[in-house]
């Protein structure tokens, strides 16, 4: 999550470019920007990224200025100040508003989901 912070630091970031640009930061082969979601209708990055960013805003790190425009918030920029080695739940755990959203999240499955992902493991 951390790179994707960095990457709308540097102003209004559409989700689609930030898609693009994490797959890039990461070297992702042609191959692998090409997985599909057991779906068949979802890129693995593409979701990947998505999630990372309803992570951020949930934590109110970045917000969505309009549909699928991303822009930091003071809280992100406060956060980049400290140079966290990296972003994880942990981490987004000293935000309230993410304890909330985990909550309704977790209310929705039952459980709370910790398997690693495949692919962009390092968004963390």
Do not use: K
């Not at 070297?27 to 693995?44: A, C, K, V, Y």
């Not at 805003?57 to 822009?71: D, E």
């Amino acid at each position: 999550m951390l790179p994707l912070l960095r990457l709308v630091a540097g102003g209004q970031c559409p989700i689609r470019a930030a898609t693009s640009a994490m797959a890039n930061e990461f070297r992702l082969t042609e191959n692998e920007r090409q997985i599909l979601l057991p779906s068949g209708r979802t890129l693995l990055v593409h979701s990947r990224v998505h999630w990372a960013a309803t992570y951020l805003v949930q934590s109110g790190l970045l917000s969505r200025r309009r549909r699928g425009i991303l822009q930091i918030t003071r809280r992100g920029r406060g956060l980049l100040a400290e140079s966290p080695p990296r972003i994880n739940n942990e981490l987004l755990l000293r935000f309230e508003e993410f304890r909330a959203f985990r909550s309704r999240s977790q209310g929705d499955r039952g459980s709370e989901r910790n398997e690693p992902l495949p692919l962009l493991d390092s968004l963390s």
